[in-house]
């Protein structure tokens, strides 16, 4: 499963793999969340726009999962699109934590920065 930080606008975001525990644990957690409230929408703006999850392989439900700004959407082969609530950004904050080990230092900084800030 690939992790990619949508970081940058103009340069190639970090990317790292996820291990395949890490990666079902990972998708368990978010299938358990609630649905998003009305009008929740991941981040749009320049510079860190969240987390874009893919590579759960031919079993997977999912195309796609987005993580950001206190939102997780979820594309599924089918077509369909949900949105869940991320109550205090946890998922985000969680993938930020096994980024740390696996992508450059100065990627962290900034991407510590946003999540705080």
């Given at each position: 499963?690939?992790?990619e930080i949508d970081l940058y606008s103009g340069r190639r975001n970090p990317v790292f793999g996820l291990a395949p525990d890490t990666g079902d644990a990972l998708v368990a957690r978010?299938?358990?969340?609630?649905?998003?409230?009305?009008?929740?929408?991941?981040?749009?703006?320049?510079?860190?726009r969240g987390f874009r999850i893919s590579g759960g392989g031919p079993a997977a439900e999912f195309t796609e999962i987005v993580v950001s700004g206190g939102v997780v959407v979820?594309?599924?082969?089918g077509g369909t699109e949900r949105q869940l609530h991320d109550e205090g950004r946890s998922v985000e904050r969680s993938l930020a934590d096994l980024a740390a080990p696996r992508v450059h230092p100065d990627d962290m900084v900034l991407l510590r920065r946003e999540l705080n800030g």
């Open positions: 499963m690939d992790v978010i299938a358990a969340l609630p649905p998003a409230p009305p009008g929740a929408a991941p981040l749009q703006d320049l510079g860190y979820v594309r599924d082969r």
